[in-house]
């Protein structure tokens, strides 16, 4: 043999290895470029031997330590999702993900197949564009935080809009709200209604069971009202305190904006001043019961509880038998018509506030035995106080609300810059006024008082 020979054999020998290495790194990098191989067999026979995938030589880049690495490849089994019978598909997995993870994740793959809204991607089988099928630094191999992923896909830039951001929106956790691969609720969310935001608002929890619950609640939960997101103001209303409640209630924008006099409270859109916007042992939903409400704006008003005679409606504790709380054309928010000066004239309907309750005709009938106690015999003195044409009203006699002396007697009434008392006995049979306007006067049901001398 020639040295010639000898030389070309080398030659051979070395172009060999070159060509067999470099056919080695194409399998490998094959892997890498997302080529994948083109055959069954081009598979079966490149990961013939006993070595394993994942080694100093091939797929280097799965050594690497991550915190939370997936079971397969923890244990070497890459054929779990690798399959020769899959080529040329791409690295052996069938186009529909879905179907090898649910190979595995068959509890998962029952609950998507229950749900009435599925995420796009799992739909699709694209399980591997949120979760790295090998391992992540994330829990669930996530290939980027919740945040991250859910707006390479999603428009987030209006979630993050309002001054307030809600904690998980900040924190990035969408999924502390939404189900990342389906659910039996629109938007994909955990739960429904309420049920959802109670999760972490507990202190919503035992006022769920009070008597009366704000119907959006039960019916479609705080997202009627609220934004889940972010919002202009720290509760993240959807619109402004002012006009939120109108959004429903529709029918008390339209009564309230026709008041010539408003409470202040809905003046300024404060209905959350009075009514609970959630839950209460009260009806309509007040943070108190009426007189109680009442009283802690007119705190000088709450001293007629301790008089000795109080009013009907004072003593049942509802102020709003005679105010409309949102309301009115009347002075003091009246509901009806009740004049407030001490002189008035006498017109039918102009009393209408009281005879709410109590008969006109104690000021229509001049003449009764039946109809009033305050009588002279048989001279209504109801009659004559009010029906005329310099008439007394009401109020000029009697404190509407309530007073130490019988009949709810006014101690006192105000006569222009003056405040004129008044001194009422009450007798058996009648009672004597002795007011500080005119000089002492009587009368008697049984035997008729003369008043002229």
């Not at 070309?8 to 070159?18: M, P, Y």
């Not at 955990?190 to 009366?212: P, Q, R, W, Y």
């Not at 008439?391 to 405040?419: K, Y």
Request: proline share 4%.
């Amino acid at each position: 043999m020639s040295r010639m020979f000898i030389s070309e054999t080398v030659r051979a020998l070395f172009i060999s290895i070159i060509i067999f290495v470099s056919s080695c790194g194409n399998a490998v990098s094959a892997g890498a470029d997302n080529k994948g191989f083109i055959s069954e067999n081009e598979f079966t026979a490149h990961t013939k031997g006993e070595m394993g995938c994942v080694t100093q030589q091939c797929h280097t880049q799965f050594l690497n330590g991550r915190e939370f690495s997936h079971g397969p490849v923890r244990t070497g089994t890459c054929i779990v999702c690798h399959s020769a019978k899959e080529y040329p598909n791409r690295y052996g997995i069938v186009p529909d993900q879905g179907a090898v993870c649910a190979g595995c994740h068959e509890k998962l793959d029952r609950k998507i197949k229950d749900s009435l809204f599925v995420h796009g991607p799992v739909k699709n089988g694209d399980c591997s564009s949120c979760h790295d099928p090998h391992g992540s630094g994330r829990s669930f191999f996530l290939r980027e935080s919740y945040s991250g992923l859910c707006s390479s896909c999603h428009n987030l830039k209006r979630m993050y809009s309002g001054e307030f951001i809600h904690q998980p929106v900040r924190d990035g956790n969408c999924g502390l709200c939404h189900d990342p691969h389906a659910s039996n609720y629109a938007s994909r969310l955990n739960d429904v209604g309420a049920n959802l935001c109670v999760i972490c608002h507990e202190d919503m929890v035992s006022g769920m069971t009070k008597e009366f619950i704000h119907a959006p609640l039960v019916k479609t939960g705080c997202n009627d009202c609220h934004d889940p997101h972010s919002g202009d103001n720290r509760t993240r209303l959807k619109t402004s305190a002012d006009k939120i409640c109108f959004n429903c209630h529709e029918e008390k924008k339209n009564e309230i904006s026709q008041y010539t006099r408003k409470h202040e409270p809905v003046e300024k859109g404060n209905c959350v001043s009075c009514h609970s916007p959630h839950f209460s042992d009260n009806r309509y939903l007040l943070l108190d019961k009426v007189d109680s409400l009442c009283f802690s704006c007119h705190k000088d008003s709450s001293t007629w509880k301790k008089k000795r005679f109080q009013h009907g409606p004072l003593v049942q504790g509802n102020c709003s038998v005679c105010h409309n709380p949102h309301g009115s054309d009347n002075p003091y928010i009246l509901r009806l018509s009740f004049p407030h000066e001490f002189y008035s004239t006498y017109m039918k309907g102009e009393y209408d506030l009281c005879f709410n309750c109590h008969k006109e005709a104690l000021v229509t009938t001049e003449k009764t035995l039946t109809i009033t106690n305050f009588r002279n015999g048989e001279i209504n003195l109801h009659m004559l106080h009010v029906n005329q044409k310099k008439g007394r009203t009401c109020r000029a006699c009697h404190d509407v609300h309530a007073s130490d002396q019988e009949d709810h007697m006014r101690e006192e009434f105000a006569f222009g810059a003056s405040s004129i008392p008044i001194e009422y006995i009450k007798t058996e049979t009648g009672g004597k006024c002795i007011p500080g306007c005119h000089r002492e006067r009587g009368y008697d049901r049984g035997r008729m008082v003369d008043n002229t001398k």
